[in-house]
């Protein structure tokens, strides 16, 4: 039996409910292209973000822990598979699009620098006076304009919802500028399910990652009601956590978060009764929650790993290191533009010096980075 593009939208049609996006409804692409055979269109935007070197690049871009700190720890990359996973999850109990969910959590980090929140925070310093720095703004030029793999535009030529749904990013961390892309509407359902599959997994790799790393301890974790909550559910006394035991603990709190997270989103729903995407997006209020009682928890959650885990010395070390690494960087790339590659060289006339040096660091990988700066030692001696 063959199944062919038409047979997989047919199949949509029958399974997403009318609040969800259909890819044979689509509001297409900005460059006109034969549609596949085999695939739908939101199924071949997930591919082209797969097959970008911005994709690739996410192995060696930290999460929180620096790669040089050991192959256990999430990266960035890493990290958006575990958000694609939790996004289809959640898509499929709600009946949404799991290809468009999952296409935007693919995609959702592209635009982080080296080193994580602080490659960002230094990049935006930076550029103070020329317009900035915000991964979310930085993944769409990389999707609508720096990859170039496509003789007639530049891009991958994504569809519409997806182009919106990254746009539309947000979370605790990130905020949303969507001004070329109807500001006024809120993100579609699948956005907001990509945005709280973000977050949720966030948390919960942090505090994984956290307890692996020794700086968070199971005595220091009674703080939190959710770990609590989870530890009662699986029968544990809370002494000696061993790697099975911080298995299962990591593993129950997500499954307590998605849970609650379709429920509460299953009620409002039901409440609002939406009868396709665009009744969603002109609500005054996101669709997709957690219950009020588990948002205090993720908010407790929040805080205690800023306290605990984000404001420790072998994190903070990373930050004072990468500040002065990337500082070093862009210096040396503006009083010196022939040290540039020649592809970025050719964007300095339509792009300006400063934003043509933000783009060729913020494509570094950590240990690129490192290399170059190490580079540049010698070059300055």
């Known amino acids: 039996m063959l199944i062919t593009r038409t047979d997989l939208e047919s199949n949509e049609n029958k399974s997403i409910a009318p609040y969800g996006f259909r890819s044979s409804k689509s509001k297409g692409r900005q460059y006109e292209e034969r549609k596949a055979i085999y695939r ?38 890493t990290h958006s598979l575990e958000v694609a996973q939790v996004g289809r999850t959640i898509a499929r109990a709600l009946a949404a699009n799991e290809d468009l969910v999952e296409a935007i959590c693919l995609a959702h980090d592209l635009g982080h620098p080296p080193f994580g929140h602080t490659g960002e925070r230094v990049l935006n310093s930076l550029l103070t006076n020329h317009g900035g720095f915000d991964h979310n703004k930085q993944s769409i030029r990389i999707l609508t304009d720096i990859e170039c793999r496509y003789p007639n535009f530049r891009g991958l030529n994504l569809t519409w919802e997806v182009r919106e749904g990254i746009v539309k990013h947000e979370t605790e961390y990130d905020i949303a500028d969507a001004d ?30 956290g307890l692996r790393s020794g700086i968070l301890t199971a005595n220091t974790m009674d703080q939190l009601t959710l770990w609590k909550i989870a530890r009662d559910s699986i029968s544990w006394d809370g002494n000696h956590l061993t790697e099975l035991t911080r298995h299962r603990m990591i593993r129950r709190i997500i499954g307590l978060e998605i849970h609650n997270l379709i429920e509460t989103t299953n009620k409002n729903l039901q409440n609002t009764n939406p009868t396709d995407p665009l009744h969603i997006q002109q609500l005054e209020y996101n669709v997709v929650q957690w219950s009020n009682q588990y948002n205090d928890y993720n908010k407790e959650i929040n ?68 290399t170059e700066h190490l580079d540049l030692k010698v070059r300055t001696k």
């Not at 699948?190 to 977050?199: L, T, Y």
């Not at 590659?341 to 570094?364: F, K, T």
């Open 40 to 77: 739908t269109e939101y199924q071949r935007d997930r591919d082209r973000i797969i097959h970008t070197t911005a994709f690739r690049r996410l192995e060696y871009k930290t999460q929180v822990f620096e790669n040089n700190e050991g192959d256990y720890y999430r990266t960035r990359l």
């Open 180 to 209: 070329d892309y109807n500001p006024d509407l809120r993100g579609h359902l699948e956005a907001q399910i990509a945005n709280a599959a973000d977050e949720l997994a966030y948390n919960a790799h942090d505090l994984d990652d």
């Open 303 to 370: 805080a205690f790993l800023r306290k605990n885990l984000f404001s420790h010395p072998r994190v903070r070390n990373m930050e004072a290191k990468a500040t002065q690494l990337l500082g070093d960087l862009y210096s040396h790339f503006i009083d010196n533009p022939a040290y540039l590659p020649s592809n970025i060289q050719q964007n300095i006339d339509s792009l300006g010096i400063e934003r043509a040096v933000c783009d060729y660091i913020a494509g570094m990988t950590d240990r690129y980075a490192e």
